[in-house]
């Protein structure tokens, strides 16, 4: 598995692995393109934002972004 952090040049690709876990089952949300990309834009432009997206050789598999407050990353 490769790890790779994130920047703005991924978030159309966050945003459909966005839209297809919370459209499903449990969630069952209604997210679309433009508003996953917004959301995760704002995720991303948070003071202290650090995320990491995870790859596989099939493709993207797994992120995860926090915000690290009061701590120097």
């Known amino acids: 598995m490769k790890f790779n ?3 703005l040049l ?3 690709e966050l ?3 966005y839209i297809e876990t919370f ?3 449990p969630w069952n949300d209604e997210w679309t393109i ?14 202290d934002f ?4 995870a790859y596989q050789e ?5 992120y995860n972004s926090m ?3 009061g701590k120097e990353l």
């Open 34 to 47: 433009e508003n996953a990309s917004k959301r995760l834009h704002q995720m991303i432009h948070c003071e």
């Open 23 to 25: 459209n499903s089952p």
């Open 5 to 7: 952090e994130i920047t």
């Open 67 to 69: 915000v690290m407050m």
């Open 10 to 12: 991924d978030i159309t």
């Open 58 to 62: 099939e493709g993207l598999k797994s």
């Open 15 to 17: 945003a459909n692995m």
């Open 50 to 53: 650090y995320g990491i997206k």
